[in-house]
């Protein structure tokens, strides 16, 4: 297999950290681990002071402040219906109309029987774009830009031993600030930032048992991962949160230069970084929740090269007389093509026309159906909507000749006439006899009136016949 090369870039704290790593048969080395301030624009480009091997990938995640989360449980479906269902709930949920924000979301790992945990991220575009800008100016274009969760899940998932699909949580402890993640079915449930230092370690602890608590309540273990030694410091927050705290155990396919596993210190300090790189998809690995990259850059390039090639009268008056040659020979093309099928078809008798035949007793049903049917809903239908509040119906009889006969009751005489000049205006009635059959003010009714858009049978032997 080739070598890849994937440049991760996590920025918090107003400071850039960057991690060089190659990918290669199963096992990969962290090359360098650099930081600089940011945002910092760099004179000479990534050729000179940020230098980019060639042929590597840039992974860049958004600052957590920024990113919206939203965990669900939702019924197993496709890929297409599942964007549905998240595309409804985020619309519901978000505080941001879902056109002014780039999202995207993942599944878990594991879930129960007919349903699926996703957990779907959102951004405002133009948090994401002004990002994307910054990073330029520091002379860096990113392929792709996804979330701090997705760096500490690839962290997570493929740099540390143990791990599984259990609620646990990652502790990256670093000089003056703790990064404290949980996870449950191989998604970030929660993730956020602890600041630390020697006089307020216990409140750090009390803090960070606060996150436990909160969607992943039954957290198992929490992996530390700390800066320096400081095995009092994981004593102490093993006591506070009441969950076993175990030293976070480096992969063996994750190493250093020197062959040796990447250090703890490293973890603490460059955890996120060297995440993004071990996230970036391949070797079988789920894609990554993307809000940004190279890719959608050049595709609004090329849609703004097209607008500005159609500005000219006569570039696209070319272009259209070309499409038309071309359609022009496709047309005759395939009008050549099916002759000559239709000619070979011819010369070797293979005109059967069996399933055609077994399928025109059906067609016949339908079209008989279409013709004869009276659609009694529709007529009850059409009936109750033009009655007058002041009538009542005793009776709606259909007769075989397709006649309607109404019969009713009012108190008021010229309801009659009211209702019966609201049927005359639908399309399904016709020669429609309003008759009164009790003297005096209102009193009973009866309506007669023909049914249109149905045909009578022709003779009486057709009727109940197929």
């Known amino acids: ?10 920025v918090a704290g107003g400071v850039l950290r960057r991690a060089d790593m190659v990918r290669a048969e199963g096992r990969t080395e962290v090359k360098s681990l650099t930081a600089i301030p940011f945002p910092a624009r760099m004179e000479g480009g990534p050729g000179k002071d940020w230098p980019v091997l060639n ?4 992974v860049a995640s958004m600052p957590a402040a920024d990113v919206m989360s939203r965990c669900w449980a939702l019924p197993r479906a496709g890929e297409n219906k599942l964007r549905q269902m998240v595309t409804h709930q985020l619309e519901a949920d978000l505080p941001v109309p879902l056109e002014e924000m780039t999202w995207g979301y993942r599944r878990a790992t594991g879930a129960s029987d007919g349903e699926c945990v996703v957990l779907a991220q959102a951004v405002r575009s133009e948090r994401v774009a002004g990002y994307v800008s910054n990073l330029a100016d520091t002379g860096i274009d990113v392929d792709v830009v996804t979330t701090e969760a997705e760096a500490l899940t690839g962290l997570y998932r493929f740099g540390l031993k143990g791990t599984g699909t259990a609620a646990e949580a990652l502790v990256l402890a670093g000089a003056n600030e703790w990064l404290v993640c949980v996870f449950k079915d191989g998604l970030a449930r929660t993730v956020g ?6 006089e307020r370690a216990q409140s750090a602890c009390r803090e960070c048992r606060q996150m436990l608590g909160g969607p992943a309540s039954a957290v198992k273990r929490i992996y530390w991962c700390a800066a320096w030694p400081a095995p009092e410091l994981a004593a102490m927050l093993a006591e506070v949160c009441a969950v076993p705290v175990e030293p976070a155990e480096v992969s063996e396919g994750l190493v250093s230069p020197g062959g040796e596993p990447v250090s703890a210190a490293q973890l603490a300090e460059y955890g996120p970084a060297i995440g993004l790189g071990l996230a ?4 079988q690995r789920e894609a990554l929740i993307r809000l940004a990259g190279r890719e959608e850059k ?21 272009v259209a007389a070309g499409l038309l040659v ?25 005109t059967n026309t069996t399933g055609l035949d077994e399928l025109m007793p059906k067609i016949q049903a339908a079209q008989r159906l279409r013709d004869y049917r009276i659609d009694v809903e529709d007529i ?12 009542t119906l005793t009776s709606l009889q259909l007769s075989r000749e397709h006649r309607l006969t109404i019969k009713g009751t009012t108190k008021d005489p010229k309801a009659i006439f009211a209702f019966a000049d609201e049927l005359r205006k639908s399309a399904k009635f016709k020669n429609l006899n309003p008759e009164r059959t009790s003297p005096g003010q209102g009193g009973d009714f009866v309506i007669s009136v023909e049914l249109t858009g149905v045909k009578k049978f022709s003779t009486p032997a057709l009727r109940g016949g197929k």
Do not use: Y
Request: aromatic letters at 6%.
């Open 1 to 10: 297999m080739a070598d890849s090369t994937v440049i991760g870039i996590h």
């Open 55 to 58: 042929g590597s990938r840039l």
């Open 193 to 198: 930032r602890i600041g630390v230092d020697a």
């Open 280 to 283: 970036w998809p391949g070797e």
């Open 298 to 318: 050049a595709a609004a390039e090329k849609a703004g090269r097209w607008g500005r090639l159609l500005n000219r009268p006569w570039t696209w008056t070319a």
């Open 326 to 350: 071309v359609a022009a020979a496709i047309h005759v093309g395939s009008l050549h093509f099916q002759a000559k099928r239709m000619q070979e078809t011819i010369d070797r008798g293979l």
């Open 380 to 391: 009850c239908a059409t009936v109750c909507a033009a009655m007058k509040d002041s009538i």
